[in-house]
C-alpha cells in the first residue's frame, strides 16, 4: 500500500507540473496573441485603397477654368499632413516621391486650368459648414466650373467623446431616439449646403460627396478605440450616412463617395482575420493617432476613392 501510495503521489506531482507547464505554455502563447489581434494597430507600407485606371487620364478632359473646392472637416483640411500629401493636393499633383502605380495620375494632367481653394477646417462640424458657406464662399465667375470634393457629419457624431451630455453636433453617447431630431435636421442642412454651393457656381459644378468611415470595422465597440461604450453609435452613425448617399439620389450634380466601405477592415480590427471586414491583402490600421483622421496611408487611399468616382464622372468637365 505503501509502495502505491508512492506511485500515486509521484504521478500526481507529474501532472501538476505537466498543468502547470501548459498553463505558462499557454500564457506565453496568449500575450503576444492578445496583443497582435486586439491591441496591435500595423500601418503597412506602400500604396493603399483601390488601384486607379491611368486610361481616363491619357487626354485632356477640358481646357475651361476649373476650381477644385475643398469644403468641409479635418479629413478634406488634410489633417496632421505635410504640404502636398492631403488628398485634395495629392489629387491635383503628384509630390515627387509618387508610388509608381500613380504617377501621371493627377487632374492637372486632364484639367490644365485647374486651382485649388481648400477652405475645409479640422474640427468643424455640418452645422459650422452651413453656416460658413454666407461668408466663406463668394459667388464664382461664370468661366469657373466648379469640382467640389467634401466630407461633412462625421465630428457631429464624435465630439465631446462622452465627455459631456450629448448635443446636436456632439452627440456621442446620444440614443437612436435622442438623436432622431438631430439626423433629420442633418438631412435639410445638407440639402442647404449642396444646393447653396451650386448657387455659387453659375458656370456649373459637380459635388463629390463622402460618406463617414467607421473606425470600429462596422463592429460598434468603442472600447476597442478606448472610448467610452456606445450602445447606438453604429446606428446613428448608418443614419448619417443614409442621408448622405441619398444626397446622390436627390440632387442630379452631386455623387456620393464611399469611404465607408473602402475603410471597413482597416480600423481597430485590422489584425482579426476572423471578421468578414478583413482585408487578406492589406490588414493594416489607416487611421491616426487621434481616430479622426487618416493616416498617411489612409490620405492615400481616400485620394484614390475620390479619383476613381471623379474619373467615372469626367464628361461633365467636357464643354
Not at 481616363?56 to 475643398?70: A, D, I, K, T, Y
Request: aromatic share 12%; with cysteine.
Amino acid at each position: 500500500m505503501t509502495h502505491m501510495r508512492n506511485l500515486m503521489s509521484i504521478a500526481v506531482k507529474k501532472w501538476k507540473r505537466i498543468l502547470i507547464w501548459s498553463v505558462v505554455f499557454c500564457l506565453v502563447l496568449a500575450i503576444p496573441a492578445y496583443y497582435w489581434f486586439y491591441l496591435a494597430r500595423p500601418v503597412g507600407a506602400g500604396p493603399a485603397g483601390p488601384s486607379v485606371s491611368g486610361e481616363q487620364f491619357q487626354q485632356v478632359w477640358s481646357e475651361r477654368n476649373v476650381l477644385l473646392l475643398g469644403w468641409g472637416d479635418s479629413i478634406t483640411a488634410g489633417f496632421g499632413m505635410k504640404a502636398g500629401y492631403g488628398f485634395v493636393e495629392r489629387m491635383c499633383d503628384n509630390p515627387p516621391d509618387e508610388f509608381d502605380d500613380m504617377k501621371e495620375i493627377y487632374l492637372r494632367k486632364v484639367l490644365p486650368n485647374i486651382t485649388i481653394r481648400n477652405l475645409s477646417v479640422s474640427g468643424s462640424t455640418s452645422l459650422e459648414h452651413r453656416q460658413w458657406l454666407d461668408t466663406k464662399l463668394e459667388t464664382q465667375p461664370d468661366d469657373v466650373f466648379g469640382l467640389v470634393v467634401m466630407t461633412t457629419g462625421g465630428n457631429d457624431l464624435i465630439h465631446s467623446y462622452g465627455q459631456r451630455p450629448p448635443k446636436e453636433g456632439a452627440m456621442y453617447g446620444a440614443t437612436l431616439e435622442q438623436a432622431g431630431p438631430w439626423i433629420d435636421n442633418f438631412r435639410h442642412r445638407l440639402d442647404e449646403m449642396l444646393i447653396e454651393i451650386t448657387n455659387k457656381f453659375p458656370g456649373g459644378c459637380v459635388i463629390f460627396l463622402a460618406d463617414i468611415y467607421d473606425p470600429t470595422d462596422d463592429v460598434g465597440d468603442a472600447a476597442s478605440a478606448m472610448l467610452p461604450a456606445w450602445r447606438d453609435g453604429i446606428k446613428i452613425l448608418a443614419g448619417y450616412n443614409a442621408i448622405l448617399r441619398q444626397a446622390a439620389v436627390r440632387h442630379d450634380n452631386v455623387f456620393a463617395v464611399p469611404l465607408h466601405a473602402a475603410f471597413l477592415g482597416h480600423g481597430t480590427h485590422c489584425k482579426q482575420f476572423w471578421r468578414k471586414h478583413y482585408c487578406w491583402e492589406d490588414p493594416s490600421y489607416w487611421f491616426g493617432e487621434n481616430l479622426e483622421d487618416p493616416n498617411i496611408r489612409g490620405f492615400d487611399a481616400v485620394r484614390r476613392i475620390f479619383m476613381i468616382e471623379i474619373a467615372k464622372e469626367w464628361k461633365r468637365f467636357v464643354e
